[in-house]
């Protein structure tokens, strides 16, 4: 877990509403300050986690996401901008947080989360947000939350739905042992709104804050579902698979 | 009858999904993915492989719970029963 960090004057002032969460506290936000959070793209919901991640003072954000952005991330990718298409899309990330909240630390990484880079990314962190596209990204860093013991938020969405839940390695079960392959028809670009990305995102940032703050119930070996067309929610229990080729010991 | 609702992400597959969810005669989540594929014929082949086994993108919950037994299906329902049929979605 993360090692506190004490606050300043100027840090007691700007999260005071938050201190005053029961259970939470100078404590809670002491933990927050010296947290590491990897987010796995800065897109649709990781551009949100990211926000709200960097408005509530976690320490230090390490953003993976490549590539340069495109007019159709402007639906949804809130830290991108119209002045920057074409520009690459982990600094204006990186520039618009800062603007924000300028104690941030931010470790900007302009490629995705691969095989290949996943167990040093991962090694960075406290704690993983997952907000990718490909299931290979999202299978990578399965594997290397599972192997380095790191708390794991996975976010999902389709169009109007969504899920979440938190992966606590040993504890709950891992997204292999849900789904040990992609949906073969799965295609990286899909209908989606900002307000469902957005919703998922907060969400996301919610239950990085409660494990990083060490209060609340996070949704571990639960996975909750939405249909925002419906505005249906659900809470599901998951199971560990005893023969998940990730997890199972 | 159970009541089994489909997730939409099969919906752009079988459109005719949109007018679920439904009630359909089954005792076992196997039963239930014949009496989805005899009404939508063709589906059972998106959430089971050859030998009957869930396919590994797909999610059964049956009254909130994962299905223990993917490889058979042979979980039980109830009258009252209600099925949640999803699928892995992903970010972006």
């Known amino acids: 877990m993360p090692k506190a960090k004490p606050l300043t004057d100027e840090e007691r002032a700007v999260y005071e509403?938050?201190?005053?969460?029961?259970?939470?506290?100078?404590?809670?936000?002491?933990?927050?300050?010296?947290?590491?959070?990897?987010?796995?793209?800065?897109?649709?919901?990781?551009?949100?986690?990211?926000?709200?991640?960097?408005?509530?003072?976690?320490?230090?954000?390490?953003?993976?996401?490549?590539?340069?952005?495109?007019?159709?991330?402007?639906?949804?990718?809130?830290?991108?901008?119209?002045?920057?298409?074409?520009?690459?899309?982990?600094?204006?990330?990186?520039?618009?947080?800062?603007?924000?909240?300028?104690?941030?630390?931010?470790?900007?990484?302009?490629?995705?989360?691969?095989?290949?880079?996943?167990?040093?990314?991962?090694?960075?962190?406290?704690?993983?947000?997952?907000?990718?596209?490909?299931?290979?990204?999202?299978?990578?860093?399965?594997?290397?939350?599972?192997?380095?013991?790191?708390?794991?938020?996975?976010?999902?969405?389709?169009?109007?739905?969504?899920?979440?839940?938190?992966?606590?390695?040993?504890?709950?079960?891992?997204?292999?042992?849900?789904?040990?392959?992609?949906?073969?028809?799965?295609?990286?670009?899909?209908?989606?709104?900002?307000?469902?990305?957005?919703?998922?995102?907060?969400?996301?940032?919610?239950?990085?804050?409660?494990?990083l703050g060490g209060f609340g119930e996070p949704l571990a070996g639960r996975l909750l579902t939405m249909d925002l067309r419906t505005m249906s929610f659900r809470m599901l229990k998951l199971a560990r698979n005893p023969a998940c080729p990730v997890c199972a010991t | 009858m159970p009541r089994v609702h489909v997730t939409r992400n099969l919906w752009r597959f079988f459109p005719a999904l949109a007018e679920g969810p439904f009630d359909l005669q089954a005792a076992s989540a196997k039963e239930m993915v014949a009496a989805l594929d005899a009404r939508f014929p063709g589906l059972a082949g998106y959430l089971v492989d050859d030998a009957g086994a869930l396919r590994q993108h797909v999610n059964l919950f049956i009254d909130d719970e994962a299905v223990l037994d993917r490889k058979t299906l042979g979980d039980t329902l109830s009258a009252g029963s209600t099925v949640h049929v999803m699928q892995a979605l992903s970010g972006g």
Request: glycine fraction near 8%; hydrophobic fraction near 40%.
């Open chain 1, 17 to 211: 509403w938050q201190l005053w969460s029961p259970e939470f506290g100078e404590a809670g936000q002491e933990r927050l300050k010296g947290s590491r959070v990897l987010i796995s793209r800065v897109g649709g919901l990781g551009s949100v986690v990211a926000y709200e991640l960097a408005a509530a003072g976690v320490g230090t954000l390490i953003l993976a996401h490549g590539g340069n952005i495109k007019p159709s991330d402007l639906n949804r990718q809130l830290l991108m901008t119209h002045a920057a298409l074409g520009t690459s899309r982990v600094q204006s990330a990186e520039r618009r947080l800062k603007e924000l909240n300028p104690r941030l630390d931010i470790v900007a990484v302009p490629e995705n989360m691969s095989d290949s880079n996943a167990a040093e990314l991962v090694a960075q962190a406290d704690l993983i947000v997952d907000c990718a596209p490909l299931f290979q990204e999202r299978f990578a860093m399965n594997r290397e939350a599972v192997r380095q013991s790191k708390p794991l938020v996975e976010c999902a969405m389709y169009d109007c739905e969504a899920s979440i839940t938190t992966i606590l390695p040993g504890r709950t079960p891992c997204l292999a042992c849900r789904h040990p392959d992609a949906p073969p028809h799965w295609r990286r670009e899909f209908p989606v709104f900002g307000a469902v990305s957005g919703t998922v995102g907060c969400l996301g940032a919610m239950e990085a804050i409660k494990v």
